[in-house]
């Protein structure tokens, strides 16, 4: 089990950033697929982007794509998503998740394909 701790949520305006993290720990981190969801309020969690075990594929949904950039450092255990030109439709909890991977190139894109999950981070984009 891979244990994930979300931080870097917050009340931004529309137009503005913020850069999520993502710290793993439990686990030989670069086995696993790293993915990031969103969850708005009474609905299912959504695919917001994913990144393969290296770092060197990228996979958004279209909501995302443009506007948000999903990385790792394997070195330091840690996934992140920078978020630029929010939009108040981008403000719900923001969940990492981690899914064990034999394959290089694979990106996970449905929240069944992911083994563990963070605690959540509150993001918040005011108009």
């Known amino acids: 089990q891979v244990q994930l701790v979300e931080s870097g949520g917050g009340l931004v305006q529309a137009g503005g950033s913020l850069r999520l993290s993502c710290a793993a720990s439990?686990?030989?981190?670069?086995?696993?697929?790293m993915g990031w969801f969103r969850q708005y309020p009474g609905k299912e969690r959504e695919f917001v982007a994913g990144?393969?075990?290296?770092?060197?594929?990228?996979n958004y949904a279209e909501s995302s794509k443009g506007r948000f950039t999903i990385s790792r450092d394997n070195a330091k255990n840690t996934v992140y998503l920078q978020m630029n030109n929010l939009k108040p439709e981008d403000t719900a909890v923001y969940y990492c998740?981690?899914?064990?991977?034999?394959?290089?190139?694979?990106?996970?894109?449905?929240?069944?394909?992911?083994?563990?999950w963070g605690q959540g981070t509150q993001v918040t984009v005011s108009s």
């Open positions: 998740a981690a899914g064990i991977t034999y394959y290089a190139n694979t990106v996970y894109e449905k929240a069944d394909e992911y083994d563990d």
């Open positions: 439990g686990r030989i981190f670069s086995n696993y697929v």
């Open positions: 990144i393969t075990r290296g770092g060197g594929i990228a």
